[in-house]
C-alpha cells in the first residue's frame, strides 16, 4: 500500500511530506523533485510569496545512494518566511500581543467553517493548514511516485485549458502538453500561444480591479496500460480514486473525467468510443485494441482502457480579494470587509502541477497494489508480464 501524508502551516519553519510503500530499488533524482517544485511557483498571476521562497527538497529519509530502501521517505521544504513570523507562531506560549489574527473570514474559503468546528477564536490557524502553501508538500512526494511510474513508461503532465473566459479551442496532443515541462519561462501553461494570450488578458483585467480568476486545467496519464482500477467495488474505481485525489486540493470544486461535462448533453452515438483492432499495438501502447476518440477519458466502467487517462480540475478563484467581500468580525460580530492575506490573483497553471502529484500518488498506488513487489525489479517483472498478456489478448 502507498500511503502518502504531508504536516506543516503556510508561514510555519517547514512543510514535510511522508511517503510509505515504494518499492526498494527507485532511482530517486532530486534535482527531479525540485524541478517539480520549481513549476509549482510559476505562472502568470502568483502573489509576492512565490518571490521570497526558492522551494528545494531535503530528503530526511527512505533514500541512500540515490535509490529508495523500502523504508518510508521523508522530505522537508524550508519556509524561508518563517524568519518573519517566528514571534507570531511560536511553538512555545511566546507572546499573546504578537498573534496575527484573522479578524473577520473570507468568503470561499475554510475560515469560517474551520474556526467554528476547531473552536478557535480567529481563523489564524485554520488559514495556516488550510492555504495552498500545502500543496508543496504534496508536489514532493509525487514527484517519488512519478520517478516510480516512469521505470514501468508511464508519465503524467498537465496545461492548462481556461482561465476565466478564455479558453484553448482545440485539443492538445500529448508532445505539446509534455513539451510544457522542459520550458523556463512559464505563463499559463497553455499548448497555444494564441489562446494563452487570451488567458494573459484575462488575469490582467482582475489585475486592475482587485479581483480573482479561476479556470480549468487538464492531467494527461500517458502509457497506462488497460487493467488499472476496477468495477467490482465502489470505492476502488479508477475514475472515482482520481476525482476524489483531485479534488482534494485547494479550491478544485469541480472533476471531469475525459468529455464527462459535454457527454452530459450529448447523445450515446456521439459520446462513446468505437473500437478496432490491429494486428499489431501501435504508438507504444499496450494492446491492440483502438478508438476512434477518447472522450471516455481512458476510463470505462472505472478501470484503464489502455488509452490515454484525461482528468479535468475545475479551480474556482482565489477567495482572497485586494477589494474584499463583505464578511463579519469575529470577535464583534459586526458587519466589516473579509480579511486579507498577501496572495496570488490565478493559480491555474500551478493547480495543474499539484493535479499531476496527486494523480500520480493515486495512480501508482493502485499500480502497487495490483503488481506489488517489494523492489523495483520484482514489481518490473509482474509489470511486463501482465503487459505481454494483454498485448497478446
Not at 479535468?312 to 480579511?339: C, H, M, N, W
Request: charged share 25%; glycine share 10%; with cysteine.
Amino acid at each position: 500500500m502507498l500511503r502518502f501524508s504531508t504536516a506543516g502551516e503556510s508561514h510555519g519553519e517547514s512543510l514535510i511530506a511522508l511517503l510509505s510503500g515504494l518499492p526498494a530499488g527507485v532511482e530517486i533524482d532530486t534535482n527531479f523533485i525540485n524541478r517539480e517544485l520549481w513549476r509549482r511557483q510559476q505562472g502568470y498571476g502568483r502573489g509576492g510569496r512565490m518571490r521570497i521562497e526558492q522551494d528545494t527538497a531535503h530528503i530526511l529519509s527512505g533514500v541512500r545512494h540515490g535509490k529508495t530502501i523500502g523504508s518510508p521517505v521523508a522530505i522537508e521544504i524550508e519556509n524561508r518566511d518563517w524568519k518573519n513570523w517566528t514571534d507570531i507562531l511560536p511553538v512555545e506560549v511566546g507572546d499573546p500581543a504578537k498573534h496575527k489574527i484573522v479578524a473577520s473570514p473570507r468568503p470561499g474559503h475554510a475560515d469560517l467553517a474551520g474556526a467554528l468546528k476547531y473552536d478557535f477564536p480567529d481563523a489564524r490557524y485554520v488559514l495556516e493548514r488550510a492555504s495552498a502553501r500545502e500543496s508543496t508538500a504534496r508536489v514532493a512526494a509525487g514527484a517519488l511516485a512519478k520517478q516510480l511510474l516512469l521505470q514501468l513508461g508511464i508519465d503524467i503532465a498537465s496545461h492548462v485549458i481556461r482561465v476565466g473566459h478564455a479558453e484553448l479551442e482545440r485539443d492538445a496532443t500529448w508532445d505539446e502538453i509534455a513539451a510544457l515541462r522542459a520550458k523556463d519561462e512559464v505563463l499559463l501553461g497553455c499548448v497555444d500561444t494564441e489562446a494563452e494570450e487570451r488567458m494573459k488578458a484575462e488575469v490582467d483585467k482582475v489585475l486592475r480591479t482587485g479581483d480573482t480568476v479561476g479556470g480549468v486545467f487538464e492531467v494527461v496519464i500517458h502509457g497506462a496500460p488497460a487493467g488499472i482500477g476496477t468495477h467490482t467495488n465502489w470505492d476502488e474505481r479508477l475514475d472515482g480514486i482520481l476525482a476524489q485525489a483531485v479534488m482534494s486540493l485547494q479550491a478544485v470544486k469541480a472533476v471531469e473525467i475525459g468529455r464527462g461535462v459535454t457527454a452530459a448533453e450529448s447523445f450515446g452515438s456521439d459520446v462513446h468510443d468505437a473500437i478496432g483492432y490491429s494486428n499489431e499495438p501501435a504508438n507504444g501502447r499496450h494492446t491492440r485494441f483502438t478508438r476512434e476518440h477518447n472522450n471516455a477519458g481512458g476510463v470505462e466502467g472505472g478501470i484503464s482502457n489502455g488509452e490515454d487517462v484525461i482528468v479535468r480540475g475545475y479551480l474556482k478563484p482565489i477567495s482572497t480579494l485586494r477589494r474584499p467581500l463583505q464578511s463579519v468580525r469575529f470577535d464583534t460580530r459586526e458587519v466589516t470587509k473579509a480579511a486579507y492575506e498577501r496572495s496570488d490573483v490565478s493559480v491555474v497553471p500551478a493547480a495543474g502541477v499539484a493535479a499531476e502529484a496527486m494523480v500520480a500518488l493515486a495512480f501508482a498506488r493502485l499500480v502497487l497494489e495490483k503488481f506489488g513487489g517489494d523492489s523495483l525489479r520484482e514489481l518490473k517483472r509482474n509489470y511486463d508480464g501482465y503487459v505481454d498478456q494483454i498485448r497478446a489478448y
